[in-house]
C-alpha cells in the first residue's frame, strides 16, 4: 500500500489543523492505521493509531482530549484532526499502515509509511 499524507502547515498557538493521509490500493480496510511525528533532534513518536474498523483507537497522552483520529474506508482516509495545537506539537506527520490488529504503537510494528506532513506551531 501507497500512502500520502497532506494537511499539515503552519498555525499559531490554539488553533487547528486536519490531517489527511490517503490510501492506495482496494484492500484498505484490512490496514490498521497510525499517526507518527518527528520533531527536529527527536526520535519518531507514536500519536494516534486506529483499528480496521475504527471501533479501538489509542492516542499518546499529550494529545488526548486535543487529537481525534478517524477512517473513512469508503474513502481509503486516515484523518488526525489537531485541536488547541501547542508549539511543541510541531513535527513532521507521518501516517503508517500495518495488517495487524493491537493497534500497535511502536514504529517498529508498522510496515507501510507515507511521506510526512510538516505542522508548525507558532507561539
Known amino acids: 500500500v501507497q500512502l500520502q499524507a497532506s494537511g499539515g502547515g503552519l498555525v499559531q498557538a490554539g488553533g487547528s489543523l486536519r490531517l489527511s493521509c490517503v490510501a492506495s490500493?482496494?484492500?484498505?480496510?484490512?490496514?490498521?492505521m497510525g499517526w507518527f511525528r518527528q520533531a527536529p533532534g527527536r526520535e519518531r513518536e507514536f500519536v494516534a493509531a486506529?483499528?480496521?474498523?475504527?471501533?479501538?483507537?489509542y492516542s499518546t497522552d499529550s494529545v488526548k482530549g486535543r487529537f481525534t483520529i478517524s477512517r473513512d474506508n469508503a474513502k481509503n482516509t486516515v484523518y488526525l484532526q489537531m485541536n488547541n495545537l501547542k508549539p511543541e506539537d510541531t513535527a513532521v506527520y507521518y501516517c503508517a499502515a500495518v495488517t495487524r490488529g493491537g493497534p500497535p504503537t511502536k514504529s517498529y510494528e508498522y510496515d507501510y509509511w507515507g511521506q510526512g506532513t510538516l505542522v508548525t506551531v507558532s507561539s
Open positions: 486506529i483499528s480496521y474498523t475504527g471501533a479501538t483507537k
Open positions: 490500493g482496494r484492500t484498505f480496510s484490512r490496514y490498521t
